[in-house]
């Protein structure tokens, strides 16, 4: 979902996620390297070296760092700033990896609800 005047519009919770993603914008043969800062089972946030136009598509392959594959999918721009970042939003993933990044996420929520809780 887009998000407007400032209100978050979400689908589902993130969690920080610095990992390498290679991302290949569809219809050009160069593939580019990022870094993830955050990461849901709908979405990833990817600093950029240079902006890409909203609705962009782009087939990306994730690095979870959990000793897994990597993650695949084709996800299109969501949002992109000036300052080097863009919201993906996935309409591509397998149902695998799709619940592998839930699971992740969850894990991440319940573990910072209960150190909040503890405090």
Not at 34 to 45: A, L, M, P, Q, R
Not at 54 to 71: F, N
Request: hydrophobic share 40%; with cysteine.
């Amino acid at each position: 979902m887009r998000a407007t005047g400032g209100e978050e519009k979400r689908q589902a919770p993130r969690m920080p996620a610095e990992w390498s993603v290679r991302a290949r914008v569809m219809g050009q043969d160069e593939g580019l390297g990022y870094k993830s800062f955050n990461i849901s089972k709908s979405g990833v946030g990817l600093s950029l070296d240079r902006a890409l136009e909203r609705d962009t598509v782009v087939k990306l392959e994730i690095e979870t760092g959990d000793g897994q594959p990597e993650v695949h999918a084709y996800a299109f721009v969501a949002w992109c700033t000036g300052k080097g970042q863009a919201g993906l939003q996935f309409f591509g993933i397998g149902e695998k990896d799709e619940d592998r990044l839930a699971n992740m996420v969850e894990r991440f929520v319940l573990g910072n609800a209960r150190m909040s809780a503890a405090h």
